[in-house]
């Protein structure tokens, strides 16, 4: 069987972490979101695998050169939505398939179960339909679907994974998908409904350490490097290799470090935390329940929880990330939020900053003893 991955997007709504990246691309416990898919794929003996990437496409291409299952990519030069992207992959596809994004967590269990029907949809409940298609089911059979909608009636909503025929492209005369399965219904076209076991999205920033969290559980405890005698390290901790844990450090699984990496003295690393490579902690310093990215650095004395940074920033000595919970305007929805930060790429700060409840764009500068407001766009200095 084929399964057509659909990462061409770039998810918006997690700007400013999508600024220099496709959504797909993003790393939860250290790996790509769409490796998660490859897996729960390759784990139901699917192997033939068409991936659609665009946006950002060069992140995409040069992670799939990687891969030790060989994946065809297909390109769509302009993001004009999800059933463009899978027309863009029509030449590619032989028969039965099936479609899935690239920038959802899927487990293999729930690949499992559609993987056989001819034209299906996997559903879930959740409790924010609203950022979904809300998905209306009558005798096992999706009735109809709605996209986004501004009040939805039901909890159910499609995964946006599905098993199609070729008979889809015969409804595809717009650009988003549900519109195209609208269609196949209102012509008496069947589509069983099947109910996932485990899927998640992130559709905001925050929610990547609900994400983060759930797939750490699956991360296989490997100790890499150099661990003085004197740390503690207890649970389920990943240590890559290269990677030194100085003395009378303490780290609680789960937990995942990346290769070559410099963990100091006398630090803290709490559940809930990913680290990637090339990371420099300082000592004295506190981390919980946070994804901190590549080529990052944070200074001594910190205390880092419930946050997101993006590659290559640099905290000062003394920064406090603390957690709040305010009001949020993305994309003309108004949200309520509780995190500590979310920082873009290449953030950099001073010591004794402190970033309270707050959402900081690419390339930022923050002078010393600042308390960040609560939304800076993309290369301001706060000072």
Excluded at 246 to 253: A, D, E, K, L, M
């Amino acid at each position: 069987m084929q399964a057509v991955i659909l990462a061409a997007g770039e998810g918006t709504r997690l700007r400013p972490l999508t600024r220099s990246r496709p959504k797909a691309m993003i790393p939860v416990a250290n790996r790509p979101v769409i490796e998660y898919v490859i897996k729960a794929l390759n784990s139901n003996g699917i192997r033939d695998i068409v991936v659609v990437a665009g946006y950002r496409k060069e992140h995409m291409l040069r992670y799939l050169n990687h891969l030790e299952v060989p994946v065809t990519v297909v390109v769509q030069e302009k993001q004009l939505g999800t059933a463009h992207a899978l027309k863009c992959a029509e030449p590619e596809i032989d028969g039965d398939f099936l479609l899935l994004p690239g920038d959802n967590y899927i487990d293999g269990a729930s690949i499992a179960r559609i993987k056989d029907e001819c034209n299906a949809v996997l559903v879930k409940e959740h409790p924010n339909p609203s950022n979904f298609g809300v998905a209306v089911i009558q005798d096992g059979y999706l009735s109809s679907i709605t996209e986004k909608p501004e009040d939805a009636d039901v909890f159910t909503v499609s995964t946006g994974i599905y098993s199609f025929t070729k008979e889809i492209f015969g409804y595809i005369d717009s650009c988003d998908l549900p519109d195209a399965v609208s269609a196949m219904i209102r012509d008496g076209g069947k589509i069983k409904a099947v109910d996932a076991l485990d899927w998640q999205d992130a559709i905001y920033p925050w929610d990547l350490l609900k994400l983060n969290r759930r797939l750490l559980e699956q991360i296989p405890a490997t100790r890499g490097g150099s661990i003085s005698r004197s740390a503690t390290v207890v649970g389920e901790v990943h240590i890559g290799s290269g990677t030194v844990i100085g003395p009378h450090t303490t780290i609680y699984g789960p937990v995942c470090i990346g290769d070559d990496c410099e963990i100091a003295p006398h630090s803290v690393i709490m559940p809930g935390t990913s680290i990637g490579s090339r990371v420099s902690i300082e000592p004295f310093t506190y981390v919980k329940n946070s994804i901190i990215m590549d080529d990052s650095g944070i200074g001594s004395h910190s205390r880092i929880t419930d946050t997101v940074m993006a590659e290559g920033c640099v905290l000062g000595d003394h920064t406090t990330t603390a957690v709040g919970e305010d009001l949020f305007e993305i994309e003309g929805r108004v949200l309520k939020a509780g995190f500590g930060a979310i920082l873009g790429d290449r953030v950099t700060s001073a010591p004794f900053t402190v970033f309270k409840n707050c959402l900081v764009g690419n390339n930022v500068t923050v002078g010393s003893g600042r308390v960040v407001p609560h939304m800076v766009g993309d290369d301001a200095v706060v000072i």
